[in-house]
């Protein structure tokens, strides 16, 4: 038997893909992790002024803050994080293995602070009033440090995933070159500021309803006064962590993202300052449902956006800049006694290589050879665009401009992802049969020419690169 690749089955979701699915999936973790992080320390800082101006009636406040956070944040984020491992394992299951194979520790330290996050919480809002006052200021305190603990630790995971920043991980593949990487700490300060800005806007949910008018104005104030801070702070740190990207990600700010999406986060910025500005100037106007809507503003305009692109700006590679999308390995990581998978791909292809391909299309034969396109054109290219015409991710019949000629989208097979010249997708030298395939199935998607056509034309020409 030949040299196997990797590779496992393909998770193929039709119309929004598999990075949609993740996406979603961890947009709404997201708002719920970071909402409980920025908490605890308002939760600290608040109890803290509480004490030291002897003012327990803003314990009221913190009592009822902190049920919302176990019913709502508590209880949606410990769904939609094992939700995103179950989604990543099947939508990118050699990513999550990098991961794994780097941060395993680093993952088991991160869940130590969880359970004491959430036994924190449990804790703090039930001894409230029980125990005595400095007691409880150390208990909010230590859970402020345990929340915050296991953003410390899930960032370098994230930013690893942009790519390490140096050379000397590919060769040490030791875990402190992983976790200490380029944007590490930019993006840490990223996290950290907006999770202020969220837990601020979240925040407002329930000062809203406090009964007593003074304490009702002093948690509005403290919350606006948060919220701006978070916000001046998350702009400065964005704009270092923008400093600590590689190439291909300024490539796709640049080309993909553009002025207008500037346009729309800077808009998105503007609300999220003019709504804190105006709840620090009038904080009893606020009302339940305005802090609600300014939470699915941040959520449906920040957050969505922000996770979306941060996939998007690593592209071609879901981690380290040597795995990509499509799960295939683009290059030697000795360190981690990795290979590329490229020379495979080049001498001998996908079909007869990959473990779990159909016996009937190991070789490509005039009958097959559509349904072998469709099975190459999911493994290699759905993890990243969608095949339906209608699909919302990048549809590839629309990239292609809706052609239906064979020939021409070969063109593109046989040069600019054949030879890796497109910053943004990987390389893929595959074989000329393959690239037939492909061409045939891609061209069919838009009405194309019968799967004959390609090779009745064209005469094969194999090793003409
Ligand atoms: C790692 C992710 C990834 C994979 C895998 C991938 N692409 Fe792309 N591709 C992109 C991105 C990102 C763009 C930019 C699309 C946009 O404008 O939104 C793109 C754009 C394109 C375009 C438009 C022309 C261009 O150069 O911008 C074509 C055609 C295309 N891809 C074809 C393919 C085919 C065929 C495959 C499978 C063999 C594939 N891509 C695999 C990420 C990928």
Same mark, same amino acid.
């Given at each position: 038997m030949l040299e196997t690749l990797g590779l496992y089955p393909q998770w193929y979701v039709p119309v929004i893909g598999s990075a949609w699915v993740m996406g979603i999936i961890g947009t709404i973790h997201v708002l719920a992790s970071h909402t409980s992080v920025g908490a605890s320390w308002l939760f600290a800082l608040i109890e803290t002024k509480a004490v030291r101006e002897n003012k327990p009636e803003l314990?009221?406040?913190?009592?009822?803050?902190?049920?919302?956070?176990?019913?709502?944040?508590?209880?949606?984020?410990s769904i939609t994080g094992p939700g995103i491992w179950y989604s990543v394992t099947v939508a990118?299951?050699?990513?999550?293995?990098?991961?794994?194979?780097?941060?395993?520790?680093?993952?088991?330290t991160e869940w130590v602070f969880f359970f004491v996050e959430v036994i924190g919480v449990y804790a703090l809002v039930y001894l409230i009033g029980k125990v005595d006052r400095r007691t409880h200021l150390k208990l909010t305190w230590s859970f402020a440090v345990a929340s915050w603990a296991t953003m410390i630790l899930?960032?370098?995971?994230?930013?690893?995933?942009?790519?390490?920043?140096?050379?000397?991980?590919?060769?040490?593949?030791s875990t402190l070159d992983a976790a200490f990487n380029l944007n590490y700490f930019?993006?840490?300060?990223?996290?950290?500021?907006?999770?202020?800005a969220i837990a601020g806007a979240v925040g407002g949910i329930l000062a809203a309803t406090m009964k007593n008018r003074e304490v009702r104005v002093?948690?509005?104030?403290?919350?606006?006064?948060?919220?701006?801070?978070? +916000?001046?702070? %998350?702009?400065?740190?964005? #704009?270092?962590? /923008?400093?600590? *990207?590689?190439?291909n990600a300024r490539i796709i700010m640049e080309t993909q993202m553009g002025p207008k999406y500037g346009k729309f986060l800077g808009g998105v910025l503007l609300a999220v300052l003019l709504y804190f500005l105006w709840t620090a100037w009038k904080p009893?106007? +606020?009302?339940? %449902?305005?802090?609600?809507? #300014?939470?699915? /503003?941040?959520? *449906?305009?920040?957050?969505?956006?922000?996770?979306?692109?941060?996939?998007?700006?690593?592209?071609?590679?879901?981690?380290?800049?040597?795995?990509?999308?499509?799960?295939l390995i683009s290059r030697d990581v000795p360190?981690?006694?990795?290979?590329?998978?490229?020379?495979?791909?080049?001498?001998?292809?996908?079909?007869?290589?990959? *473990?779990?391909?159909?016996?009937?299309?190991?070789k490509i034969t005039p009958e097959n050879?559509?349904?072998?396109?469709?099975?190459?054109?999911?493994?290699?290219?759905?993890?990243?665009?969608?095949?339906?015409?209608?699909?919302v991710l990048r549809p590839l019949p629309a990239l292609f401009g809706h052609s239906d000629e064979p020939r021409m989208i070969k063109a593109y097979l046989d040069g600019a992802l054949y030879h890796g010249k497109v910053p943004y997708m990987p390389r893929l030298p595959l074989p000329e049969q393959e690239r037939e395939a492909m061409a045939a199935y891609i061209a069919s998607l838009s009405g194309g020419l019968s799967p004959l056509a390609l090779a009745v034309h064209e005469p094969r020409t194999e090793g003409a690169h």
């Open positions: 314990m009221d406040y913190i009592k009822k803050y902190g049920l919302f956070l176990l019913v709502f944040s508590y209880i949606i984020g990118s299951p050699r990513g999550i293995s990098g991961l794994i194979h780097n941060f395993v520790w680093v993952w088991a899930i960032v370098p995971i994230l930013s690893f995933m942009m790519w390490p920043g140096n050379e000397r991980w590919y060769e040490t593949g930019a993006h840490l300060g990223v996290r950290t500021a907006f999770m202020f002093e948690i509005t104030r403290f919350l606006s006064k948060m919220g701006l801070a978070g +916000l001046f702070l %998350g702009v400065v740190m964005w #704009m270092w962590y /923008v400093q600590t *990207l590689p190439e009893l106007q +606020l009302r339940q %449902g305005a802090a609600v809507a #300014m939470t699915l /503003v941040i959520g *449906l305009f920040g957050l969505w956006p922000e996770e979306r692109s941060r996939e998007s700006i690593r592209k071609p590679y879901v981690a380290g800049q040597y795995i990509y999308s499509n799960q360190g981690k006694g990795v290979r590329s998978d490229l020379p495979l791909i080049e001498s001998s292809g996908v079909l007869a290589t990959h *473990l779990f391909v159909p016996d009937e299309l190991r050879q559509l349904r072998a396109g469709e099975f190459l054109t999911k493994t290699l290219c759905a993890n990243c665009h969608g095949i339906e015409p209608d699909a």
